[in-house]
C-alpha cells in the first residue's frame, strides 16, 4: 500500500498569529468616542434642567399674579358669610350683638370641630 503525501505545492500554512492590526490597540480612540457620548449626554441634562427651571419659575409667578385675585374671592366670601351670620342672629335676637369692643373688622376663623369627643 503507497503512503499518502502531501500535496504538491505543500499544505498551506496554519494561522497561529492573532488577526488584529498590527498599530496595537488605541485606547485613545475609544475614550475619545465615549468622552463624546458622555459630552452629549450632558448638554441634554443641562438644557433640560435649565428648561425644568424656567418653567418652575414661570408656575411661581403664575400663581404669585394669582394671588389678588384668590384673595378677593376669599374676602368676598368672608362677606357673605358675615352678612349672613348678622342676618341669621338678628333673626334670631332681634337685635345684633356686639361682640367686639370696637368696630374694628377681625378676621374670622372657621375651624371644623369634632361632633363628640372620647376620653
Sequence with gaps: MP??????????????KRNIPARGFRAGYYLAGAGTIMAYGWYHLIV??????????????????????????????????????QAREKALLGENIKVYHSDRYVRPTFAATPGSTTK
Design 3 to 16: 503512503q499518502d503525501m502531501p500535496p504538491v505545492g505543500g499544505y498551506e500554512a496554519v494561522q497561529y
Design 48 to 85: 433640560g434642567l435649565r428648561e425644568r427651571n424656567e418653567l418652575a419659575r414661570e408656575k411661581m409667578w403664575g400663581r404669585i399674579h394669582l394671588i389678588p385675585a384668590l384673595q378677593a374671592e376669599e374676602d368676598r366670601d368672608l362677606v357673605r358669610r358675615h352678612l349672613a351670620d
